[in-house]
C-alpha cells in the first residue's frame, strides 16, 4: 500500500508540476487560467489526502501491535 500511495502522491505532483506550466503569467486571472488553478487545487487536496491517510495506517498499525 506505501508504494501505491507513493506513486499516486508523485502523479499528484507531476499534475501539479505540469499545470503551473499551462498557467499564463502575464493574466493570471485571465479565464483560461482557472482550469489550471482548478487542476493545481485539486492535486494538492489529492496529495493531503494521501498524506493523511498514509499517517491513519502508520497509526493503525502501532495500535494493531500493542
Known amino acids: 500500500m506505501k508504494i501505491f500511495t507513493n506513486i499516486l502522491v508523485i502523479l499528484a505532483a507531476a499534475l501539479v508540476i505540469f499545470n503551473i506550466t499551462q ?13 489550471a488553478f482548478i487542476g493545481i487545487a485539486a492535486s494538492c487536496c489529492a496529495i493531503l489526502i494521501l498524506v493523511i491517510f498514509r499517517m491513519s495506517k502508520k497509526i493503525e498499525d502501532k495500535m494493531n501491535d500493542k
Do not use: R, S
Open 23 to 35: 498557467l499564463d503569467f502575464k493574466n493570471l486571472f485571465k479565464e483560461d487560467n482557472a482550469i
